[in-house]
């Protein structure tokens, strides 16, 4: 079955307007567009229903069941109970209070492993233990193709390892890391498996539960929602942490890892993607008697297919360039490399080039896109021009990937 772009494209806003509609958007890493779903669902709460929410009196009862309604749609993507949810206002503030919440439970010399290919959101909060007395080991890339060896974090983890953090797919490298691999390793030895899915979720749906992973977190604002971090863990879990919320509220599921509240319209408005999903399953598939969680396994598997099928468009035209270096893969498969592609140029700015391809209204970006000590591994010196990355998403049509293979030909 085909992905249907124009019934996708159709759902959201930004492709109606001929101003936005101009940019082959391929910065989708660092945020998607969003569908008229979760817009029209945030437009409603603040027209309507922006009070304190679960109260007495009507708006407030709406606003309540709005926000429940977020949680229940996140929940179903994961396939985990509601209660098993921290909403926070991104996983970089989530994974901080993680770390804090787990501080408690490490004794000096107990080790957690992290790794150079993450995001610093699941490194620079686990160093910080150091002050504590946790060990730090590092799981490090091959400096060449910026791939994690899983032979080599077997001869990290130890009896004293406590946690190991993993990405489930990096932000620069764009693999597939085998999480269920990791996590086997990591509780061998009775260490938590803490994965980072920001740049996976936007590809595949994970079932929490038979994952392998005790904490799992992933940003909304960048799978087409609002700018919210989810946050799931195990029950048996969580049960151990710390609280890190007012003292008063340790024992409420959704504010116990939330010091700041929970940002009621944005998780209102969480309810949209759900419905986004729905609306994409239903217009491609017949039979509709599966749950949210199936539904959405299907639908981003179209996603997946896809994606697959641009993002070697796009790695081709990128070998075609001479000097030109791919990090990671140069060819995609389904489930073993995201349509997250990464190169640089010999002899070239990655500036100049980005500014070039802009001025074609191809839009994306260079940098280190907070993954440096990842740039740093692989021996890429000047960090701030860092990489060219581009990111496709499902929405981006045959349209889209010509102009941009077109551009890298000109490159």
Known sequence: ?????????SQYPVFQNPDTARWAMFENAGGSYV?????????DFFRYTKVQPYGLFDSSVVAGEAMDAGYRAMAGLLNCD?????????TTMNFYVLAQAIRPLLEPGDEIVVTNQDHEANIGCWRRLEAFGAVIKEWRIDPQSGEL????????VTEKTALVCLSLCSNIVGTMNDYAAICEIAHAVDALAIGDGVSFAPHRVLDVNSSGLDIYCFSTYKTFGTHIGVMWGRP???DQLEPQGHFFNRDLPHYKFNPAGPLHAEIAALAGIEEYIEAVYHHHFEQSHYD????ACKVFDLFAEYETV???RVLEA????PGARIIGQDTAEMGSRAATISMTLDGVDCSDAVKYLVGKQIALRNGHFYALRCLEGLGIEDTNEGIIRISLVHYNNETDVDRLVAGLEDL
């Open 1 to 9: 079955m085909n992905l249907d772009l124009d019934f996708i494209r």
């Open 35 to 43: 569908p008229k779903q979760v817009i029209d669902r945030l437009h």
């Open 82 to 90: 509601p209660d098993e949810l921290t909403l926070g206002p991104s």
């Open 149 to 156: 060896d899983i032979e080599d974090l077997k001869k990290l």
């Open 236 to 238: 048996e879990v969580l």
């Open 292 to 295: 949210f969680h199936t539904h």
């Open 310 to 312: 641009q993002a070697n």
């Open 318 to 321: 990128i070998k075609a360039i």
